[in-house]
T-cell receptor
C-alpha cells in the first residue's frame, strides 16, 4: 500500500506570494490533518478534514486555509506569505476521525519564504 | 488545556545503554498517547501508542506505559543502537472524534558507537 504522498517536496517563494501544497492520503483513509513544524514553535496543528469537512482548526491566522476533495486528497493554501511561514508542512492521514486512530505522516513539504 | 511536556535534549548515549525519555501530559478526559520518531530529513513515523490507562505500547524494543495517576508516558529502551539516533516526539490526541495531535517539543537522541 502506498504511503502518504506530499507534493511538492520543496518550494521557494517570496514574501507576499501565495502557495498551495497537496497531500494524497493512504488509499481508503478519509481523514487528513496538517501540521507546521518549525525550530522555534515545534509541531503545531493546522487543521483536520474528514469527508470534505473541516472538523478542527488550530490557532493560525486566516491566511492559512485548506480543503479536502471527494477522493480524500487535501490541499492547504497560504496567502500573503511571510518570512515566518518558512517551515516543514506535514500531512497525516488515518482511516477515520477518532482519537485512538494511528495517523500516518507524509515526508512533508519544505517551504522557504525569501 | 491540553499539553505535553517532554525532557529537553539532546540526550547522548553510548551504544547498548539504557534509554529513558520522560513525557508528562495535561489533558481533560482520557486522551490517547503516542510516541513518534523523526529521522533526519524525513517525516514522522509512529513508534508506539497507548489508548487507555495502564496500556503498554511497544515496538522495536521501545516501550511506554500509560500512567494516568502520574499523567506520564515515558519512553524506554533497554539497549540503544546507533540507528536509534533521531528526534522523538511524545504526543496526545484528546478524547473524542478527532485526529488532532498535540506534540511535545521533541528530544534529540544521539547514540555513539
Amino acid at each position: 500500500k502506498a504511503g502518504v504522498t506530499q507534493t511538492p517536496r520543496y518550494l521557494i517563494k517570496t514574501r507576499g506570494q501565495q502557495v498551495t501544497l497537496s497531500c494524497s492520503p493512504i488509499s481508503g483513509h478519509r481523514s487528513v490533518s496538517w501540521y507546521q513544524q518549525t525550530p522555534g514553535q515545534g509541531l503545531q496543528f493546522l487543521f483536520e478534514y474528514f469527508s470534505e469537512t473541516q472538523r478542527n482548526k488550530g490557532n493560525f491566522p486566516g491566511r492559512f486555509s485548506g480543503r479536502q476533495f471527494s477522493n480524500s486528497r487535501s490541499e492547504m493554501n497560504v496567502s500573503t506569505l511571510e518570512l515566518g511561514d518558512s517551515a516543514l508542512y506535514l500531512c497525516a492521514s488515518s482511516p477515520v476521525a477518532g482519537s485512538t486512530d494511528t495517523q500516518y505522516f507524509g515526508p512533508g513539504t519544505r517551504l522557504t519564504v525569501l | 488545556g491540553n499539553s505535553v511536556t517532554q525532557m529537553e535534549g539532546p540526550v547522548t548515549l553510548s551504544e547498548e545503554a539504557f534509554l529513558t525519555i520522560n513525557c508528562t501530559y495535561t489533558a481533560t478526559g482520557y486522551p490517547s498517547l503516542f510516541w513518534y520518531v523523526q529521522y533526519p530529513g524525513e517525516g514522522l513515523q509512529l513508534l508506539l501508542k497507548a489508548t487507555k490507562a495502564d496500556d503498554k505500547g511497544s515496538n522495536k524494543g521501545f516501550e511506554a506505559t500509560y500512567r494516568k495517576e502520574t499523567t506520564s508516558f515515558h519512553l524506554e529502551k533497554g539497549s540503544v543502537q546507533v540507528s536509534d539516533s533521531a528526534v522523538y516526539f511524545c504526543a496526545l490526541s484528546p478524547y473524542g472524534a478527532t485526529n488532532k495531535l498535540i506534540f511535545g517539543t521533541g528530544t534529540l537522541l544521539a547514540v555513539q558507537p
